[in-house]
């Protein structure tokens, strides 16, 4: 019998994609570079990997196409790592990786849309205070790309599972899923508040892995005068490790805020949202405690 599905199974897409990022440390190397660590030092330091296997790792994503190497300094040479297109294309892989871990190695596989306060998965996404977002573009229900992080403001980025015009456009079963239920009222929320929101210096973003069309329609028929952006692509997501469930085979982001300085540096966190007007309140506190 002739065996399949082994490192040698030329036909075997699973086994060719495992050549290349099989090892740990090569999805370690791409979750890293997608939230900005893009300098040799930078990785080494958060890894803690030796410089000998470090750059063992860099050379075969380097020569495998998911990372392009860039100088940044002529002397000494210095060069920067940063994701192609190809490995840009990992990040629905790892976010996936990341669901299933949650799900099932932290959790007890409980589709759920938020988290106990006290879980790995929020001390996670808490120690997101201190992170900076990353240049990314993400597409808004303009058909425009934009800048997720506000110029010269801060920004209330509050991410939501989905919010639709038509009560039957709502995926099987999610009323049943604890935690999703409130993004419509979220969004009103913000909408009734935005202006107090702008006086204290702060633009509101809503950030969902929906389609920027279900978007468009969902702004208009609530009277959002704030972007809402997509991230189906999941750039944000990934390079944030933000918290995800999976509904009818789409992954969806979890309720959680973040309010970000004007240098793109997170410095505030609400997650668990359990109380979703409250959580508004919070965010409209913190914007005003920036300022």
């Not at 036909?11 to 099989?22: K, R, S, T, Y």
């Not at 969902?208 to 997509?230: C, I, K, N, W």
Request: glycine share 8%; with cysteine; proline share 6%.
């Amino acid at each position: 019998m002739v065996r399949r599905g082994g490192p040698a199974d030329d036909n075997c897409a699973i086994a060719q994609a495992l050549d290349v990022v099989g090892d740990t440390w090569t999805l370690l190397i791409v979750r890293d570079t997608a939230r900005g660590l893009h300098r040799f030092e930078q990785l080494q330091q958060e890894l803690g990997l030796s410089r000998k296997v470090l750059a063992e790792r860099l050379r075969l994503l380097v020569d495998s196409g998911v990372l392009a190497r860039e100088q940044y300094q002529d002397r000494p040479p210095r060069h920067e790592y940063r994701l192609t297109p190809r490995g840009r294309a990992l990040l629905p892989v790892l976010v996936a990786l990341q669901d299933w871990g949650d799900s099932w190695v932290l959790g007890d596989g409980t589709p759920t849309a938020t988290a106990t306060e006290h879980s790995r998965e929020a001390e996670r996404v808490h120690a997101l205070r201190g992170t900076r977002i990353p240049d990314l573009l993400l597409p808004g229900a303009d058909g425009r790309e934009h800048d997720p992080v506000a110029p010269d403001a801060t920004t209330v980025l509050y991410c939501f599972p989905g919010a639709f015009v038509r009560a039957e456009s709502y995926p099987p079963g999610w009323s049943t899923v604890p935690g999703a239920s409130g993004c419509t009222l979220e969004s009103r929320t913000y909408r009734d508040h935005l202006a107090d929101f702008t006086a204290a210096g702060a633009a509101v973003r809503g950030i969902s892995t929906q389609r920027p069309d279900e978007q468009r329609a969902f702004a208009e028929a609530e009277g959002l005068a704030f972007p809402l952006l997509s991230d189906l692509a999941l750039d944000l997501t990934g390079a944030l490790r933000l918290p995800t469930l999976r509904a009818a085979g789409t992954t969806r982001l979890k309720r959680l805020t973040l309010v970000v300085d004007r240098t793109r540096t997170v410095r505030e966190v609400l997650y668990p949202v359990t109380d979703v007007a409250g959580s508004v309140t919070a965010a409209l506190t913190a914007a005003r405690a920036l300022r």
